[in-house]
């Protein structure tokens, strides 16, 4: 390598160090670079902001106004000074904060995020940390190492983000942002490259690493995080375990999504999807919740094994008929209830059964979970009950609703079969002026009293609710069941998609020698809503509260949008199924199957063969693989360009040599002569002068100069075919 050569590339690769020590060797960048990571910095930080705190929320746009303030002043202020001189634009990081203000920053912010942690929980106090360390470190980077750990850090707070939202298409936005991270360290490395060879490099480099990425991904352990979100009630979503007259109706508004169901063999009817989440047979008079049936303990603490051997050891289960497999992959929803049909199973160690037959996750749902599940409708549930628990499903509170007490004691006189007495309620609402709305009229202390005799409007709790107490107030064993109605079947998917707005509420009653019964007394008053999900009326309805100045609904009620929904959220589904629900003891499973497949000898000898096959591939593509040379790129390009201008009764003689011919262009054709002339100069350079005297650098630049006039000649020749010059 010549002297002149290395000094070439230390100036290219090495641009930005100084001879000189002390304040002259800091990190130099261009106006571009800063604006670059200030915007990188942005986008990264976006990806978490819903999870963030909002004192820090305001300190990370004031951190990032301010920088931006200050570098648009330096840049605008080189540019004045002297616009037409290039290096002027490169500059050492101003220094916007004094170092004893950001070690006072460091240190206050670190103590606010402790005393904050409680409430933050672990996780969510080390993501605060992380981006607060990364708002900070955007005030300090003198040298190279310190914009490593700028970029390193926000390729952390991008990947973090991961943790909330996995869905297909957000996982790919976060993937570009990553590259676009990366792609700040290669212009550092290489700042002369053009940016479409530097998106080459970065992109050649990603799919050099996605084997490895899958191999980790198929066999790595995959470990249980050691932090948990906490229960907060402000992070909530869907169903809560207490629930008063009005609740759910809030819920049928919204269109987010609860959890989608794939089936294993047909799907059952509509009717038949009930989702039980939970069962409230605590009420006050005002609120239904979870009783407490051991002193001192709740219900996610008292659990039992959700596997079949269970169930089929447990004497308040009576398993007939067949099984009904399926799998549930559940949204965050950071409570610990699941959802599944009666009467529900499942062999995964991380999924418990309640005493009331409810299955729960052990932990908080914070994360995409992925559960598989076998339900047998025809169980009989408790069918012997004990006695605290008939106590607890008769407890009535006398002073909130007494008409409605006093009407349940008068149809116990009436009827002193159960059956019948039941009957005779579903009877009254399906045949008196009882309607089914999202809009009830709103009720003094949530009377049901006022309901059952005077509004008589209102939504799936109103009409259990009432259905329920009159139960007790008969001697019947009854409770409250929340949980999920019905769905949407995505025939692109083969799945069924439930929202937030399938949100319902039934009633369970105690019969001797039946068990729990469910009763829906909403299929009494609108008998559609249970059959095929909203009927037309409330569908109206909700047409109407979802109407607005920004509403979407006009364009969700088209047939082109419904089905590019549908292959939208398929795709998300799959990538959900496989990717996000490739869980531990999913990994666990295919790594034994792979490990006994591969213990036959059979199959040992196909693996070998096919390592074998690839190692030839690999070996056969780099011998016979040539590299081109720019040279011999020039040398293609100049040819290519030969053959159009021939296609334009333009041709070369063999006795012209490139100069010649140059010339004649120029003489016949002189709007051509530009972009051809440069062509033709820099092949004649090639031909006739040492071409080794130039830098491969340099080479890549003449190259894609001359791609570029190539692209012009070609343009030009094609209009000039229709007579436009």
Known sequence: MTKKSKQSIEENVLP????????????????????????????????????????????????????????????RKSSLASPTSQSISFYAAPKILPSWLIFLLA??????????????????????????????????????????????????????????????YFSLAVIVLVLGNFLILINLFAPTMAMSAQAKLLAKLSLYSVPLAVILFVGFPKLSPFWQVPNVESAKVGLSDN???????????????????????????????????????????????????????????????????????????????????YQVIAEPSFQSWLFALDFA???????????????????????????????????????ILADETRALNLLLSTENNPRLLAKGRQLRRQYSDNSQLINRVLAEFNQENYFYTL?????????????????????????????????????????????????????????????????????????????????????????????????????????NLSSGLFSMQPLRAMWWYKQLKMQIDAIDYQWTRWVIGYTGQKQSRVMAELLASLKQGKNIVYFLLILI???????????????????????????????????????KARSMTAEQFADIVAATRPELSAHFTTISKCFAHLAYQNFDDISQQERHIQLIKLQSSYRHLRWQLWLAKFGIR
């Open 345 to 383: 199973t499942s062999e995964q160690g991380d999924i418990g059964q309640r005493n009331d037959f409810s299955l729960f996750y052990r932990g908080i749902i914070s994360q995409t979970l992925s559960y598989q599940v076998t339900s047998y409708p025809k169980a009989k549930l408790a069918p």
């Open 439 to 543: 809009q009830p009229p709103r009720l003094n202390n949530n009377s049901l009293d006022q309901f059952y005799f005077d509004t008589r409007a209102g939504f799936c709790e109103h009409y259990a609710s009432t259905f329920t107490y009159l139960m007790r107030a008969a001697g019947i064993p009854a409770r409250m069941v929340v949980g999920y109605l019905g769905g949407e079947f995505n025939p692109s998917g083969n799945y069924l998609s439930v929202y937030q707005r399938n949100a319902h509420a039934w009633s369970e009653v105690w019969l001797p020698d039946s068990g729990w019964q469910r009763v829906d007394p909403t299929a009494a008053v609108d008998p559609e809503r249970v059959e095929s999900g909203f009927s037309s009326n409330l569908m109206q309805e909700y047409d």
């Open 613 to 651: 096959t690839i190692a030839l591939l690999v070996y056969v593509y780099k011998s016979v693989k040539v590299r081109v040379k720019p040279d011999d790129k020039i040398k293609a390009l100049y040819l290519k360009t030969l053959a159009l201008m021939a296609k334009h009764k333009l041709v």
């Open 107 to 168: 240190i206050s912010g670190s103590v606010g995020i402790a005393f904050a942690g409680q409430e933050l929980g672990l996780l969510l106090s080390m993501i605060h940390l992380l981006c607060f360390a990364y708002s900070l470190k955007m005030f300090e980077i003198p040298s190279r190492k310190d914009l490593y750990q700028l970029v390193v850090l926000g390729i952390f707070v991008a990947t973090s983000s991961l943790i909330f939202i996995q869905s297909i």
């Open 243 to 325: 629930v008063k007259i009005g609740d759910i109706a809030q819920l049928a508004l919204s269109d987010e999504l609860a959890f989608r169901v794939s089936f294993q063999n047909s799907n059952p009817e509509h009717a038949q999807l009930y989702w039980r989440a939970m069962v409230l047979d605590d009420f006050d008079g005002v609120t239904w919740r979870q009783g407490l049936r051991e002193k001192g303990q709740r219900n996610n603490q008292r659990y039992g094994s959700a596997t079949l051997e269970h169930a089929n050891s447990s004497a308040s289960v009576q398993i007939t008929g067949e099984g009904l497999s």
């Open 16 to 75: 930005r160090k100084s001879k000189k020590p002390s304040k002259n060797n800091k990190l130099k960048l261009n106006g571009k670079m800063y604006f670059s990571l200030l915007a990188f910095q942005l986008l990264n930080l976006l990806t978490l902001v819903l999870q963030f705190n909002l004192l820090y929320l305001l300190f990370a746009i004031f951190a990032l106004a301010l920088q931006f303030f200050v570098h648009f002043k330096l840049v």
